[in-house]
């Protein structure tokens, strides 16, 4: 295997082979006007609430279980309903983000982000909160993976990798955080409180976007103003995106990690506060260190970059996560798992940043698209894994799921790491 400086070579001359593929030039931006102070602190921001809503409700679910009277299993649902919801939106956002403008959709889903978390706190049964979590989760779909779009757009990518981690920083601290309320929520405040909290902040960030994309440079407020109905662009769009055999191959790796991760992820507070006694304000506090393993990830994204290069950095986190989830799921103490999910969070960081930048490069001519494709993919693996997990949770216990999970993880990141490490071979040999 490669060097960490021959792997950031790799990525250079992969880079050049991008720019020059058949599906066209890329439309890199080159020299582009300095964004607004802010203009990305804000995104990161949006991410921050929109993840929050994402993982509110895993620790929530024991005591939705209770005070609902339904199983863990059904219980998962108000998970798995936002999940499906958002990755089924992605088929949307991403022609709707590239016709009126990336950045002003994403303030404007912010805006009806407050609205359907409101909803989710007014819900008044189990039924009614399910169908708000799939209505919140559908408005949240437009904010993380059009941000990644938009930095695609204005960002050079020799230089994307290390920005979109910083940025993502927003995201990490929103899942952490998220799994912490919603465990405190459910011990000491109530299960509503939360979804109204994240409704106030996302109205605050919705007036913040707005004033910032009026002062938004020319290029970073583009549109696609393609001709012809809505509905036959967008199935063209994203044909474009499926006729790529890079990106399908992606799109598959991401479901899959979907899969295995968080149908493991959802149900750690649920495994310590059952296994352990812990309560749920605990293991939810556990569990956030997950999300500052990831920003940890950020701040040393660009050394590890260059040092690892694309193939080892997947290699490596997917290994990380592995060994990290099955202590958590097998080792008969409950402190190791503080340790573990922060070296968890790494790890899969270092795996799943690598796929957001491989997914805002995979169709350049049609990012918006593309990347909400990946994203949907994700959601949809997301759904899928909690949904299953949820019901072999119930059956055989937490600890089994959770050692399961992690093997697949292992699996992903080994297949990514094989077929990337191919395509930058033959991408050495066509520049050579």
Known sequence: MASGGQGFEGNRIIERMLRNDIQGSSPEPSAPEPLPGGAIVALSVAAFCSSSSVRMADALLPHLAGEFHVSLAQSASAVTAFSVA?????????????RFGKYLVIAWACAACAITAALCALAPGFEMLVLARFI???TCAAVVPLSMAWLGDVVPYENRQPVLARF??????????????????????????????????????????????????????????APGHPIRRMVSEFGEVLSIAWARKLMATVFFEGVFLFGAFAFIATHLHQSFGLTLASAGAIVMLFGFGGVVFASLAGVLVRRLGEVRLALVGGSVVTASLIVIGCVPVWWVAMPACLIGGLGFYMLHNTLQTNATQMA?????????????????????????????????????????????????????????????????QLAA
């Open 86 to 98: 958002y990755g089924l939106a992605q088929l949307v956002f991403g022609p709707v983000g590239d």
């Open 136 to 138: 919140a989760g559908a």
């Open 168 to 225: 993502l920083i927003g995201q990490l601290l929103g899942v952490s955080a998220g799994v912490m309320v919603g465990g405190f929520a459910a011990d000491h405040l109530g299960w509503r409180t939360p979804f109204w909290g994240v409704s106030a902040a996302f109205v605050v960030i919705c007036f913040v976007l707005l004033r910032l994309s009026k002062r938004l440079p020319e290029a970073a407020r583009a549109t696609n103003r």
């Open 364 to 428: 350049p001519q049609r990012r918006g698209a593309a990347v909400s494709a990946f994203a949907c993919c994700f959601f949809i693996g997301q759904a899928a894994g909690v949904a299953v997990a949820g019901v072999m949770a119930t059956r055989f216990g937490t600890a089994p799921v959770i050692v399961v999970c992690a093997c697949g993880v292992l699996g992903v990141a080994l297949s990514f790491a094989r077929a990337r490490a191919e395509r930058l071979r033959v991408g050495g």
